[in-house]
T-cell receptor, first 112, second 114 residues
């Protein structure tokens, strides 16, 4: 069964550094998402992306965040200047459209 | 805006016993509802979904959930728990159109006792 693939599985970064989290959605999917889960808290929506532009974003997704689909397969989340509170598990998801979202296994981001 | 409340952050059942995980939702428009399961160090796997067809929805691994509009509930059940069911379970809601963002509950950790 096709899967959403996320790399790396664990990223450790110094506070203030830029980090890029990478995702390869399922190949025929059209809608792409990023969610995050701070340890012990609920999964929170960050942003959705369709037709090469952001379709929805949450209050969490401020100017330090950006997303990009640089080629036909990758979908990236960039955090420009990381803060301690950005430490979380970040999940990428994708869907064809009127179907449930498929999630990757996540990237654990640790900010030191 | 929509929201989800999962009652009970931890639920323990004996192997072979009924599993009942509670989910109540709030939505200003007819919702789509989902249950996802998360095993340790893995992503979220879809168990089942409600998208305004049958109110009793059957999912994978013997789980099912019933949409009750009058109670704004979507509780997850399984008649007989198995050790492999131990995981964290998340209820989620979206407005019509699964392409819309999911709003998750805080999760219920299910422990299955031998």
């Amino acid at each position: 069964e096709p899967e959403v693939t996320q790399t790396p599985s664990h990223q450790v970064t110094q506070m203030g550094q830029e980090v890029i989290l990478r995702c390869v959605p399922i190949s025929n999917h059209l809608y792409f998402y990023w969610y995050r889960q701070i340890l012990g808290q609920k999964v929170e929506f960050l942003v959705s992306f369709y037709n090469n532009e952001i379709s929805e974003k949450s209050e969490i997704f401020d100017d330090q965040f950006s997303v990009e689909r640089p080629d036909g397969s990758n979908f990236t989340l960039k955090i420009r200047s990381t803060k301690l509170e950005d430490s979380a598990m970040y999940f990428c998801a994708s869907t064809v459209g009127e179907h449930p979202q498929h999630f990757g296994d996540g990237t654990r981001l640790s900010i030191l | 805006a929509q929201s989800v409340t999962q009652l009970g952050s931890h639920v323990s059942v004996s192997e072979g016993a009924l599993v009942l995980l509670r989910c109540n939702y709030s939505s200003s428009v007819p919702p789509y509802l989902f249950w996802y399961v998360q095993y340790p160090n893995q992503g979220l796997q879809l168990l089942l979904k409600y998208t305004s067809a049958a109110t009793l929805v059957k999912g994978i691994n013997g789980f099912e959930a019933e949409f009750k509009k009058s109670e704004t509930s979507f509780h997850l059940t399984k008649p007989s728990a198995h050790m492999s069911d131990a995981a964290e379970y998340f209820c989620a809601v979206s407005v019509k159109g699964s392409a819309r963002q999911l709003t998750f509950g805080s999760g219920t950790q299910l422990t299955v006792l031998p």
